[in-house]
């Protein structure tokens, strides 16, 4: 069996089997040793439920969840190997490019933080009192703005007043 990733609108798996060479909609064009595996069908089959509740059809992505990030992940668990960068360099530049793709499928540089949830060091979350006002010192310190969670590589922005300087005026 030959599996793959794509898009639908439901939350659930986007991962399918098909025939190998036999994707509907695509066409064959070359296969790509990347090793061997001793895995073995019991332990596949596991791995790749697993894989499959985390693709959902609904989360698919152009530039940044494709069906080459799926197969990378697949390769690597496999493997150890990732699969060549040519095949997904397309969604590569994409996301170099961001700000020159169509918005419907631009990368959010900074996700929201729904209902001002805060973030503490321990990397826990609780929500932040709606009411809060920032201190004049937390004001002066440059990096007031930036709250990093060390489970995460998306820093959160808080609002905060923009300052123009007479230079940029």
């Not at 979350?125 to 201190?135: K, M, Q, W």
């Amino acid at each position: 069996m030959e599996y793959g990733y794509g898009a639908h609108e439901y939350p659930s798996s986007g991962v399918f089997e098909v025939e190998p060479r036999s994707c509907p909609g695509f066409v064959f064009r070359k296969a790509i040793p990347l090793g061997s595996t001793d895995m073995s069908r019991a332990e596949f089959r596991s791995l790749m439920q697993h894989l499959a509740s985390k693709y959902h059809g609904d989360t698919y992505h152009l530039i940044a969840k494709n069906c080459n990030h799926f197969t990378d992940e697949v390769c690597l668990h496999l493997t150890g190997r990732s699969i060549p960068g040519w095949v997904n360099r397309l969604a590569r530049l994409g996301s170099f490019f961001n700000c020159l793709l169509p918005e419907n499928i631009q990368i959010a540089a900074v996700r929201q933080c729904p209902d001002h949830v805060a973030c503490s060091d321990d990397g826990s979350e609780s929500p932040a009192s709606s009411g809060s006002v920032d201190s004049e010192e937390d004001l002066d310190d440059p990096d007031h703005h930036l709250l990093t969670t060390p489970t995460s590589d998306v820093a959160f922005l808080q609002e905060k007043p923009v300052r123009i300087s007479q230079e940029m005026v």
